[in-house]
């Protein structure tokens, strides 16, 4: 099992940046998918996450509704995070995970697979 994430990098306050992750070694359309962050001196969070049921319900964490945007795309076993409006307090490295059993709270010891960290800076 493998998640590969990429796209983090140096941007600056107001910037737009997309995160990836690919994912293999599972059936990548029987899993929901999400992104994870970790700030420094912080816990891990909950970021954003999309099932894989028709329709594919997203749900986002409060402090980036309306900002980032999670898309995926099963023919490429891939996942996305597009995100806008970039402020400092989104630096963090960023992890994508999978779990076959949907919650509403996404917590992250509920994930079944994660990936190596993208680090995202973003300066003010």
């Known amino acids: 099992v493998q998640l590969q994430a990429s796209g983090g990098g140096l941007v600056q306050a107001g910037d737009s940046l997309t995160l990836s992750c690919r994912a293999s070694?599972?059936?990548?359309?029987?899993?929901?998918m999400a992104w994870f962050r970790q700030a420094p001196g912080k816990e891990r969070e909950f970021v954003a996450g999309?099932?894989?049921?028709?329709?594919?319900?997203?749900d986002y964490s409060d402090s980036v509704k309306g900002r980032f945007t999670i898309s995926r795309d099963n023919a490429k076993n891939t996942i996305y995070l597009q995100m806008n409006s970039l402020k400092s307090e989104d630096t963090a490295v960023y992890y994508c995970?999978?779990?076959?059993?949907?919650?509403?709270?996404?917590?992250?010891?509920?994930?079944?697979?994660w990936g190596e960290g993208t680090l995202v800076t973003v300066s003010s």
């Open positions: 995970a999978s779990t076959a059993k949907y919650s509403t709270a996404w917590g992250a010891q509920g994930m079944d697979y």
């Open positions: 070694g599972f059936t990548f359309g029987s899993y929901h």
């Open positions: 999309i099932t894989v049921w028709s329709g594919s319900r997203r």
